[in-house]
């Protein structure tokens, strides 16, 4: 099959719905054969014949908790024995918390947050960073947002764990300077998502783009040909080239 990521092998997190459902479409249809991560075993079957419907390549489901390393650990090890590298991984899985003034805010849904969007993104890294190496165009990309530098009240659990994610990916693109892995942080600005109507019930969302909007910018950075990393890059600034 032709496309801008034929052949590739790219593992898509929160794949289930949204951004990440958008993106593992897109892949396929580019070419890639997706691995889409999620805990929405019902969604992610559904997304997978969706893919098969389109012509693409088939997709393999991964229904796990990225909170836990040890499911993350053993999706690479597969991965490793049915392909034997990686070639695009995309961090999209996330959560916002309680929408609540810091002060207000539960440890344990601070905890949550920090875990989704930190943590099982740096277990991601140390997991798949070999097969990512032992690709010969290695690709990780990891959703930020602009609320990383522009914080907002009620969202500081969220607003924390990106910006945390963006010093953790910068420092992950300067481990691998030397190697032919690319890692990047792509903000897609405000799309009507599920997580978006969930953190901000109040705004309105008429007008608003959706995930398919986003997904050109996805593939964009995980071609071969990106030689961009350790980037802080929105969606509109890639697709527009």
Known sequence: MSGALAGSLALVTGASRGI????????AAEGATVIAVARHGAALDS???????DGSPP??????????AISIDALAEWVR?????LDVLVGNAATAGEAVEAREQDPSDFDTVLRVNVTANQALIRAFDPLLRASDAGRAIFVTSGLARRPKSHMAAYCASKAA??????AYADDVADSGVRANLLDPGVVNTVLFRSAMP????SGMKGP???????????RPAETRTGQTLSWKDVVDG
């Open 20 to 27: 990440g459902r958008a993106v593992a479409r897109r892949f």
């Open 47 to 53: 997304l997978i014949d969706e893919i098969a419907a």
């Open 59 to 68: 997709g393999v489901i991964a229904d796990i908790d990225l909170t836990d």
């Open 81 to 85: 024995e049915h392909y034997g590298r």
């Open 165 to 170: 994610l963006e010093v953790l990916v910068r």
């Open 202 to 205: 109040e705004s309105d969302t």
């Open 212 to 222: 398919d909007a986003v997904a050109d910018a996805f593939v964009a950075l995980a």
